[in-house]
């Protein structure tokens, strides 16, 4: 038979169905809390057993004891917090012994909770005890300053919904559902490979032998809930997935995701992920080098050593209960061509390997991956994701005075884009996404302001679809641009133009009319005459219009998208 799920018992803190949804019923009269996407994730695996023996969100006594001891309060190992952080306004109103309904994003009712603890915690202290940092570059450190709430609630868990997902239905098993696939295919070891990237061959070559090695089936079981900012999404990962698997023998291999929220805590997370594995019915599980990692600190440095999670898992060897297959990392050696654990290869041999961040570049550039990295199945996946940059969105931010030429370049250089035809257009110019978007927006600041970020919006849609947007606003205010800027920079392509025709040439050529009437205040605030203009300090492009004709200035443009690779 299988393993014991940790600390003896599987748990199931569901209801039973009619029972909850007479609970459902009553819990429309108790206070409730709206989960955040990783309490969500947390309460998924407490409710469903994923993280058994805990019956709930810890207790003051039991947090203490897992910061300092990584065990509960009765002895049982748990290296990892698992709190409900709320805001000190919605815990001051709550007494001991009340319940509380939580809901899911869209007001859903999940689980019912018995307030049995409240406590403002020592954030400090836990993120020094369980993190070993408080550098604010730790992802976990990050979230438990800056967006964990001041106090914690602990208490039991009544499920009453299980969290929706409408994503990948067939892949998503509970312990209980794993454990019964494996009983019936007649699986007793099996090795679980934990992930949050995509696999490539190295990692196929690493799990096959680990599997081999101890004679066991292997699950992998990547993490789908919550993984490192700016990590591949899931679902690209996911697909990515489905090819590997073709990659093992039939009948050998399974993949089944995790709604796990990672702290990227290294050693402390790999115990908590072996125990989980262990009550998902795995009697081994694989521990890589820099195991759930964050990366480096804010002195450049790795936060954990390399092997800290391996060397931590062998100091609870005895009462884990599953058994660590600590792995080196797989490296090509080009003579054998083949992959080989680092410390295996021999003097003298060429060893080749791809960086996470080596990969990403080549995907940019449109750069060739060879064969003996990755699967074509899989780079084609993740192309498609990342495509170079010729093929991704972009937004062309012209910014400059009433009057300074920035229509007219946005018009030249919009024909020439469709001359190329490349990608579809938008031009969202000062004057027309007033009449559409911003009708009831005047000039102070405020509606300039918001009229910009209306833009910034739209334009980061626009890029984010693979268009290309042109946007022609004055854009007065530095504070603003940048904001655009950083909404758009995670999408695609910006890049933004300063439009630098001196105030004296704009009033002089005043086409519109507009600044004799502002130099008579009949027009109030106008840009350059009675209201501020913020000269842009690093635009990626700036041009006067004096000495340049429409037609040069969008030529300039157009080298410049060439040169930052935006079209070929
Ligand atoms: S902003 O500041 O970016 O929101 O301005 P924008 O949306 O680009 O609108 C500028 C156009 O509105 C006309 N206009 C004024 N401009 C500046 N200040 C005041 N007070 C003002 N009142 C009307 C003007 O024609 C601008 O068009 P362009 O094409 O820039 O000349």
């Known amino acids: ?58 207790s003051e006594v039991d947090y203490d004891s897992v910061v300092e001891n990584s065990r509960l309060a009765d002895g049982t190992l748990w290296p990892m917090p698992v709190t409900l952080d709320v805001s000190e306004d919605f815990a001051e109103a709550l007494s001991p012994g009340e319940r509380i309904a939580l809901r899911d994003e869209e007001g859903v009712i999940i689980a019912l909770l018995e307030v049995s603890d409240k406590w403002s915690p020592d954030k400090s202290k836990e993120a020094e005890a369980v993190f070993g940092t408080n550098d604010q570059l730790h992802p ?58 995509p696999m490539h061959r190295a990692h196929q070559e690493l799990t096959f032998r680990a599997a081999k090695q101890v004679e066991a089936n292997l699950l992998i079981h990547p993490v789908v809930g919550m993984t490192k900012p700016g990590d591949v999404d899931h679902f690209s990962r996911v697909r990515c997935y489905e090819h590997v698997l073709a990659e093992y023998p039939e009948q050998t291999t399974m993949l ?132 170079a940059r010729h093929k991704q969105g972009l937004t062309v931010f012209f910014t400059g005075l009433s009057g300074s030429g920035k229509s007219t370049i946005a018009n030249a250089l919009l024909t020439k884009l469709m001359e190329l035809g490349e990608r579809s257009i938008t031009l969202l110019d000062g004057d027309v996404v007033r009449k559409h978007l911003s009708s009831e927006l005047g000039f102070s600041k405020e509606h300039r302001n918001l009229n910009i970020q209306r833009i910034g919006y739209v334009a980061s849609e626009i890029t984010k679809n693979g268009g290309i947007a042109i946007c022609a606003p004055i854009a007065p ?8 800027r ?10 933004e133009v300063h439009v630098s025709t001196a105030l004296e040439v704009c009033e002089q050529r005043d086409r519109k009319g507009l600044y004799a009437k502002a130099r008579e205040g009949i027009i109030k605030e106008f840009t350059g005459i009675s209201d501020p203009y913020e000269i842009p300090e690093n635009p990626e492009l700036v041009i006067d219009t004096v000495g340049c004709t429409p037609d040069e200035a969008a030529q300039r443009i157009i080298l410049k998208l060439e040169g930052m690779g935006y079209i070929k």
């Open 1 to 58: 038979s299988l393993v014991a799920a940790h600390g003896g018992e599987l748990k199931n803190l569901y209801l039973p169905e009619a029972q909850a949804e007479a609970e459902k019923i009553a819990a429309k009269e108790l206070v409730s809390w709206d989960l955040s996407h990783r309490q969500l994730c947390d309460i998924e695996l407490l409710l469903n057993g994923g993280f058994s023996p805990l019956e709930g969100f810890l």
């Open 140 to 197: 976990a450190v990050n979230y438990l300053f800056n967006q964990a709430g001041d106090v914690y609630l602990g208490g039991k868990l009544i499920g009453l919904a299980r969290p929706s997902h409408y994503d990948f239905r067939g892949l998503r098993d509970s312990p209980k559902e794993l454990r019964a696939k494996f009983e019936k295919w007649g699986w007793k070891k099996i090795v679980a490979f934990q992930t949050r990237n």
């Open 486 to 495: 950083e909404m758009i920079k995670p999408v695609g392509g910006f890049v």
């Open 477 to 484: 205010y530095r504070e603003t641009r940048r904001q655009v």
């Open 256 to 387: 089944s995701l995790l709604p796990l929220a990672m702290r990227m805590g290294g050693p402390r997370e790999a115990v908590w992920h072996a125990i989980i594995r262990k009550n998902y019915g795995c009697s081994h599980f694989i521990v890589g080098r820099d195991h759930a990692g964050p990366g480096k600190d804010s002195n450049g440095k790795d936060f954990y050593g390399a092997y800290d999670a391996q060397e931590l898992m062998q100091e609870y060897k005895d009462e884990l209960g599953i058994e660590m297959v600590p792995f080196q990392m797989m490296v090509y050696v080009e003579e054998k061509a083949e992959y080989e654990s680092i410390d295996e290869v021999q003097e003298g041999q060429t060893v080749l390997n791809i960086s996470g961040t080596e990969f990403r570049r080549r995907l940019t550039e449109g750069l060739d991956v060879p064969e003996w990295f990755s699967y074509p199945t899989v780079v084609k996946e993740l192309r498609k994701r990342y495509p």
